[in-house]
């Protein structure tokens, strides 16, 4: 048991380092050989907050754990929102722009609404990952139609913060580091989600606890660090848009993405349980969003502190179903 949890905590530290690492590695590389940052910020800083998602959901879909995989994607989704986003309004009150609410949210409804009906008839095929994956392509193609007028598509927004912030030289310079920083964060993700995958299972196991609900709660708290800590610090900083456009996208892609990726693998069982709760709390948290910003264009802290409330009791409501 403590050798599970050592390797639980090892593998969160690594999947929170890995995306860092190569998310900047890369972004600094693409800039320096002169990619755009518009491309930049719709693929690499996007992907990189879903990666450890994505690379948990992969390898719990090769190993034959489908619990765990769409467990850490739907957690994922409600912990967005009901806890990350939360927290931040509660942190900072945040304004919105109406943009957001107007094309991204609704984009996000509709991720949610395609893994219902998808995952309806107990697996995620191969033929359902490549729709999905569909998906994402025109999203992307979207999002940078969206950009070059001049609507400042909030993935775009996020990568211009964090350029800021990580020091970032459009130049030459330091481009064997940031292959570096790449690789390394490469290997962290893989070594971190295997450490986590297999930790998390043992602990459920040894617990009693299923993996469906350990994928639901603490694999999917895990694979959210990236969001969190984005989000919050942008909630602090008064950077609404990057806290909001952080987890929308996210949300966006983890279903798109991860689900769109993860499949081609090995086809996803979905446990039919989850459309007696998970589901249809993911549906409404990402309906409730929209609802709760579309006054006065904020997201207050009482908001916020009831999307907590709300993610709490989603949690009293696994733990009691578990028995």
Not at 93 to 102: D, F, H, S, T, V
Request: charged residues 15%.
């Amino acid at each position: 048991m403590l050798i599970d949890a050592v390797m639980f905590a090892g593998g969160l530290a690594a999947l929170y380092y890995g995306a860092d690492w190569l998310v900047r590695g890369a972004a600094r590389l693409a800039r320096s050989l002169g990619i755009s940052a518009i491309i930049v910020g719709l693929t690499i800083v996007a992907f990189g907050t879903s990666a450890p998602e994505l690379i948990v959901t992969i390898l719990a879909a090769a190993r034959g754990q489908p619990d765990v995989a769409v467990g850490n994607v739907v957690g994922s989704n409600i912990v967005n929102i009901g806890l990350i986003l939360g927290l931040s309004a509660v942190v900072s009150a945040m304004r919105i722009q109406a943009g957001i609410i107007l094309r991204e949210m609704p984009i996000m409804i509709g991720a949610a609404l395609a893994l219902i009906a998808l995952g309806a008839d107990g697996v995620i095929s191969r033929a359902d990952a490549l729709l999905l994956f569909a998906c994402f392509i025109g999203f992307m193609l979207y999002m940078l139609r969206a950009a070059r007028r001049g609507s400042a598509p909030v993935l775009e927004a996020e990568f211009q913060d964090f350029e800021q912030d990580s020091g970032m030289m459009p130049t030459g310079a330091g481009r064997g580091r940031d292959v570096l920083l790449i690789l390394l964060g490469l290997v962290a993700l893989v070594v971190g989600a295997e450490l986590l995958v297999r930790a998390a299972v043992s602990l459920a196991r040894a617990a009693g606890v299923s993996e469906l609900v350990i994928g639901l709660t603490i694999v999917s708290v895990g694979t959210s660090l990236p969001e969190l800590a984005t989000s919050v610090v942008a909630a602090f900083r008064r950077e609404a848009d990057i806290a909001v456009g952080n987890v929308v996208g996210s949300n966006i892609f983890n279903v798109v993405v991860v689900l769109g990726i993860a499949p081609l693998v090995n086809p996803i069982a979905v446990a039919s349980s989850l459309y007696d709760l998970e589901m249809w709390v993911m549906l409404a948290f990402s309906l409730l969003l929209p609802i709760l910003c579309r006054s006065g264009l904020r997201l207050a802290r009482v908001e916020g502190g009831l999307l907590i409330v709300g993610y709490a009791i989603f949690i009293w409501a696994l733990i009691a179903r578990a028995g």
